[in-house]
């Protein structure tokens, strides 16, 4: 049990990078903000209710390379579908 629970950040970040990839490489670009402005969102939440364990400092990082991650993940969708067309 303790190694789902290990392995279970791990899916759940990867599910929500596919998640993106596949939403920005839509033909609508607004639609690959969703995820993005959903994870700013809970990240607030999260902070403001005092579950997320991390000062500002902590907080602002972890949403800084959120947040680079998920527009890697737009900017490469937007790369395949400029090579796809």
């Given at each position: 049990?303790?190694?789902l629970l290990t392995f279970l950040p791990v899916v759940f970040y990867a599910l929500l990078?596919?998640?993106q990839y596949f939403l920005s490489k839509t033909g609508n670009k607004i639609i690959g903000?969703?995820?993005p402005i959903l994870f700013i969102v809970v990240l607030v939440i999260l902070y403001t209710?005092?579950?997320l364990g991390l000062?500002?400092?902590g907080a602002i990082i972890?949403?800084?390379i959120g947040l680079l991650f998920l527009l890697g993940q737009w900017?490469?969708?937007q790369k395949d579908n400029r090579k796809r067309n």
């Open positions: 049990m303790s190694n990078l596919a998640i903000a969703i995820v209710t005092s579950k000062n500002i400092w972890l949403g800084i900017d490469s969708a």
